[in-house]
Structure formats: C-alpha cells, structure tokens
C-alpha cells in the first residue's frame, strides 16, 4: 500500500516535496514512481527511482526541476519539485511495481496546485 503526501497550494516558483509511504516489503528489484494528472489532460510520467540501486529516471522536460530519493529505512520516497509552474499543477501519484509503465500499485494521489 502506497500513501501519497505533501501537496498543496503554492506560488510559481515556489519549491515543494512530496512524499510517499509504503507499507509491506519492496523488491530490491522494483521501482518506484512518480506521475501526475492534471486537470482535463492525461497521466503523464514524471520520475522513477530504483529501489535498491537508487537508479533515477525523468522524462526529459522534467529533468533539472524533479528530483526523486528515496529513504530505505522508512520506506519513503520523495519528490522534490523546484521552480514551479501552474502547469505542474496536477494530482500527484506514486507507484511501485516492476518498472516504468509496469506499476503495479498505486496511492491515492495528492494535489499539488501551482497559482501564477
């Protein structure tokens, strides 16, 4: 089970850190990631990590804004988001499962909302 925290509402260039709770064991071997839906568009992808190795992956246009960690001993990962923009408002959810696109479990989401 995933619990997804942290949104909220902030201004454009405001930074914030999400955070993700997971109960019960996690493969070394799965990933866990981050994806957001935004109002009226589609769930898009934006970061991965490797549980065990610590192996990160964002999509391109997201890279130098995201960063994604994880802390294994309170099985917590984190999404940190720097310069915010109104189109990175979304809900924000994680999930964990054997990689990107093949996640297996999904939390409830948390809405983040960027106000220009």
């Known amino acids: 089970q995933l619990q997804a925290s942290g949104g909220g509402l902030v201004q454009a260039g405001d930074s914030l850190r999400l955070s993700c709770a997971a109960s019960?064991?996690?493969?070394?071997?799965?990933?866990i990631g981050w994806s957001r839906q935004g109002p009226g568009k589609e769930r898009e992808f934006v970061a991965n990590?490797?549980?065990?190795?610590?192996?990160?992956y964002y999509p391109e246009a997201l890279k130098g804004r995201l960063t994604i960690s994880r802390d294994k001993a309170q099985k917590k990962v984190y999404l940190q988001m720097d310069r915010l923009k109104p189109e990175d408002t979304a809900v924000y959810y994680c999930?964990?499962?054997?990689?990107?696109?093949?996640?297996?479990?999904w939390g409830q989401g948390t809405l983040v909302t960027v106000s220009s």
């Open positions: 999930a964990a499962g054997k990689g990107i696109g093949d996640y297996t479990y």
């Open positions: 990590i490797r549980w065990g190795a610590g192996t990160t």
């Open positions: 019960g064991g996690i493969l070394s071997s799965w990933s």
